[in-house]
């Protein structure tokens, strides 16, 4: 089980405003926010862990993004996946690979990437097979 995943920010009021309405799309609640800090986490409504964290790095160096390193986000459905991947980009984020079936991971992976406006990579996906119509 994971405690907490930690993004570092440079931006932390630009940063905020980015990922408060993605997380809220998916069902994360604010659990805390503190500008004086600057930090703020959120979690699943049921559960107090994990948190999602962004803030200024604690040694109080530059945050920049890791080689190698993203964060996935769980959808309940593959509309889902569009409409998180669609806000993130009307809100800054740069593309790296829009919503589709990714086969390679699994027959029902679906999913969508894209860096926030400081280049964490960030991942939306969805593993429920669609319901037939």
């Known amino acids: 089980m994971i405690s907490h995943i930690y993004i570092g920010v440079n931006d932390f009021p630009r940063a905020f405003a980015f990922y408060e309405p993605l997380l809220g799309l998916i069902g994360w609640l604010l659990k805390f926010r503190e500008d004086d800090h600057p930090w703020a986490g959120w979690k699943v409504p049921d559960r107090d862990r994990p ?29 889902m996946v569009d409409e998180v991947y669609r806000m993130a980009i009307e809100n800054g984020a740069s593309c790296e690979g829009p919503p589709g079936l990714r086969p390679d991971y699994h027959a029902n992976y679906y999913g969508a990437y894209f860096r926030d406006p400081e280049g964490n990579k960030l991942c939306i996906c969805c593993h429920n097979e669609e319901p037939q119509s």
């Open 51 to 79: 948190l999602l964290v962004l803030g200024k790095p604690f040694d109080g160096g530059p945050a920049s993004p890791g080689n190698g390193q993203m964060v996935a986000l769980l959808a309940t459905s593959r509309g």
